[in-house]
């Protein structure tokens, strides 16, 4: 396929133009992520999340620039599932002002809401693929909140960064404790405002008790993004953790885990789709959805019926 021969020889048009038929989930998509797969797998992935406004975005592009320091290839996304003008925008905007936008070894993409089949993580996680790829060794990925799709794009993370703001400590121990699991490291960003260090204690606190006996115990690092200051420390750190899951074994578990938890999406989502749409075209589907709305099926049974009806098999040996 030219547009992947063109993507491989680090044509970044045809990066781009990619990103956009696996965002369209175009019949193109597939094939073309298909023959990237074996070029896929070195790229080092930085989650980094938090409330809104904590600073991530301002933290991603410090964050890029001291790796463009040590000669790192950078990739971007901005994922924002609640609304495809806040985040993503924002930081498409911020970035078209800033610095960052005139690295050609920078590449920055939003991910909005729009046509995500199988759902905005595991779009996320094509696109990190095409940026791996083409052969960026960093790949930060800013997404906003602590809802589900967070946690699942969490999980495609090597290394999650959970940025929080002085003075919201009751909140990170009342609703947080999802984000307090997912961190690797976290930062207190706006460290210029009162309560950061009293923050940063609690955080220590919490994670002391969630993480005793740990072998990684998640550091939390003061910072002000907008000055950059903290930066290199940061940095350190998402390096220090790299190597700590190298050394410890557990990027290869990790990894083993995330390429089964994908396979297994993807596996369920053509079964599927190849069942529905069998069901659909034997004229079947009409008249059975009828019958579980007027209450004379009811979805389980029925479901199972129709699997059994297309595949022609019971449960598997
Ligand atoms: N005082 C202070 N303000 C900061 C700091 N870092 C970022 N900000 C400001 O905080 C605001 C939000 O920053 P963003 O980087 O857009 O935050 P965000 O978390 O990406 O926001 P969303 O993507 O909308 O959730 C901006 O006005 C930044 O300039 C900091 O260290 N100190
Ligand atoms: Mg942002």
């Not at 038929?21 to 990237?36: D, F």
Request: net charge negative.
């Amino acid at each position: 396929m030219e547009i992947v021969d063109r993507l491989l020889e680090g044509d970044r048009r045809a990066m781009a133009r990619l990103m956009s038929h696996v965002e369209n989930s175009s019949a193109h998509a597939k094939e073309a992520l298909a023959l990237i797969y074996p070029h896929t797998g070195r790229a080092h992935i930085i989650g980094i999340t938090g409330p809104p406004g904590a600073g991530k975005s301002t933290l991603v592009e410090k964050l890029a620039l001291e790796y463009r320091k040590l000669d790192r290839k950078i990739g971007i996304i901005a994922v924002d599932p609640s609304s495809p003008f806040t985040g993503g925008a924002l930081l498409g905007d911020r970035i078209r002002m800033s610095k960052i936008a005139l690295d050609r070894e920078i590449f920055i993409r939003s991910m909005g809401t729009r046509g995500k089949l199988g759902g905005l993580a595991r779009s996320t996680n094509d696109i990190i693929k095409v940026l791996d790829a083409f052969g960026k060794d960093v790949i930060l990925v800013e997404t906003v909140g602590a809802g589900q799709a967070e946690v699942d794009i969490a999980g495609s993370a090597h290394t999650t960064v959970v940025v929080e703001i002085p003075g919201t400590g009751d909140d990170i121990q009342a609703s947080k404790a999802g984000i307090l699991e997912i961190g690797d490291i976290f930062v207190v960003n706006k460290a210029d405002r009162d309560g950061a260090d009293r923050t940063k204690l609690e955080l220590e606190t919490m994670l002391e008790l969630g993480f005793y006996g740990r072998k990684w115990k998640p550091p939390v690092l003061k910072t002000i993004a907008r000055d950059g200051s903290g930066m290199v420390e940061v940095t350190e750190m998402i390096e220090s953790h790299m190597d700590y899951l190298k050394s410890s074994g557990n990027l290869e578990v990790c990894n083993r885990e995330r390429i089964e938890r994908e396979f297994l999406e993807i596996l369920r989502e053509e079964v599927t789709e190849f069942i529905i749409e069998n069901a659909k075209t034997q004229g079947l589907y009409l008249e059975i959805l009828e019958g579980i709305i007027c209450k004379e099926r009811d979805p389980y049974s029925t479901a199972r019926e129709i699997r059994v009806r297309v595949t022609g098999q019971n449960e598997p040996e």
